[in-house]
């Protein structure tokens, strides 16, 4: 199994209502997986948001805690619905209505990773998926909340970011035709997870640091966001999703040699995110 269901790097001093998340980073594969799966670890490699939580880890020295998964996305996906249960994959569980994530194969516990290539021989066992989210599932988002609460407890508002990579590939038909693509989409599910104002200043900070920014295609939010923004509750959850072309090699999942200056400009940009949620007074201190 994996040795931890997330990893939290908490600020010495919070000084920002806003979160940094990283669910789908996790690299912690168990061996006992990788023996009952059809591809090779590499292929199965090919679902994880590689490196992201490194991308991201300047947030507590910016005051912000920095929340990643420990166990990886083809494992368990955080970004889905607890219910989401893939009855392809899983044995006793029910057909529902149609599920566009579960009837391509990415429900909660995944059958397949990118390109749809399958991961498993045969079903699993429902009190396996179950230890799954009760093991890892659970854990995590019951951190998470904590982690808002705390953001609504000392500065009135809590600030989302959900960090992510894309596959250069998913960005070929986004924007018009010949045009450069973006390297950053920010998603708020048009507007129902975050705020414009507090969207409109996390655009600002990237497209400072020279990144090109588009939003919500070709990925808008997913559960997490559809789960805990509530902008009208001053709660604000905003999707960040990075080419993992501009930091590193898809095809050996390995950092390439712009990854540290991506890096660098990202810490700048996490500051600019960290002080949107600056408090009015003194700040609070980290538990």
Request: net charge neutral; hydrophobic share 40%; with cysteine.
């Amino acid at each position: 199994m994996p040795k931890a269901a997330f990893h939290l790097t908490r600020p010495e001093l919070r000084t920002t209502s806003v979160v940094f998340a990283s669910p789908h980073s996790g690299r912690d594969y168990p061996r006992s997986f990788l023996d009952r799966a059809e591809i090779d670890e590499k292929v199965i490699r090919s679902s994880e948001d590689a490196f992201v939580d490194r991308l991201f880890e300047a947030a507590p020295r910016h005051g912000a805690p920095l929340i990643a998964a420990g166990a990886p996305r083809a494992y368990v996906d955080l970004n889905r619905a607890p219910e989401e249960l893939d009855p392809a994959l899983i044995e006793r569980v029910r057909r529902v209505a149609h599920n566009p994530r579960i009837a391509s194969g990415l429900g909660v516990i995944p059958r397949v990773v990118a390109n749809g290539r399958p991961i498993y021989r045969g079903k699993l066992r429902l009190e396996e998926a179950h230890h799954r989210l009760t093991g890892y599932w659970r854990p995590y988002h019951d951190a998470l909340q904590t982690l808002l609460d705390q953001s609504h407890a000392g500065f009135g508002e809590a600030i989302l970011i959900d960090c992510h990579s894309m596959p250069h590939e998913a960005l070929e038909n986004v924007g018009p035709a010949g045009a450069p693509r973006p390297e950053i989409v920010l998603g708020d599910r048009f507007g129902a997870s975050a705020a414009a104002a507090v969207v409109d200043r996390i655009e600002a900070a990237f497209s400072a640091a020279g990144f090109r920014v588009a939003r919500n295609m070709p990925f808008a939010g997913a559960y997490i966001c559809q789960h805990y923004g509530r902008p009208s509750r001053r709660q604000h959850c905003v999707q960040v999703e990075i080419d993992r072309s501009v930091y590193m090699d898809e095809a050996r999942i390995e950092p390439h040699g712009g990854f540290d200056t991506v890096k660098g400009l990202l810490d700048g940009v996490i500051a600019e995110i960290a002080a949107i949620g600056a408090p009015r007074d003194m700040p609070v201190a980290a538990e």
